[in-house]
């Protein structure tokens, strides 16, 4: 019989540090990725095709989610001082975690800009668990380890 392998994708969660500055765990995170941004050039004269130029990498907004807990005000808290001071980037770390916290993956970011914090939205007509929101914007990978 093989030896069963554990899946290490079920119960992910992701733990965030920007500047060495833990910001929790988020249980869901979207917009991990780069983009090639292609030039179209047309040649005269010819029509099978046109050239597809790379002209540079660019980045998608990664937000991180998470069910809002006791001590949630200390995320809006300290997205609200980095307003207040100046923003400057930095650099950030996506770490993906099993359910016994045992590292699984991980992202460096570099140039490391908080744009967006969301807080909860209550509705009382659904019965639905109440989360907070943070959106990052970067300018790229460094120390992408697994």
């Known amino acids: 019989m093989a030896d069963v392998i554990a899946d290490p994708a079920l119960s992910i969660c992701f733990v965030v540090t920007v500047d060495d500055i833990q910001l929790g765990s988020f249980t869901q995170c979207d917009g991990l990725g780069a983009e090639m941004v292609l030039e179209t050039r047309e040649e005269g004269g010819n029509a099978l095709f046109v050239h597809q130029l790379p002209t540079r ?22 997205f609200t001082r980095l307003a207040a001071s100046g923003v400057k980037p930095g650099t950030g770390n996506i770490e993906a975690r099993d359910s016994n916290q045992k590292k699984v993956a991980s992202w460096g970011l570099l140039g490391v800009i908080p744009v967006r914090w969301t807080g909860p939205q209550f509705n009382v007509d659904q019965a639905k668990a109440a989360t907070e929101t943070l959106e990052l914007a970067h300018h790229g990978f460094t120390d992408m380890g697994s």
Do not use: C, E, Q
């Not at 980045?59 to 949630?72: E, H, Q, S, T």
């Open 57 to 78: 990498l660019k980045y998608p907004n990664i937000k991180l989610i998470r069910p809002v807990m006791p001590g949630a005000k200390s995320l809006a808290a300290w």
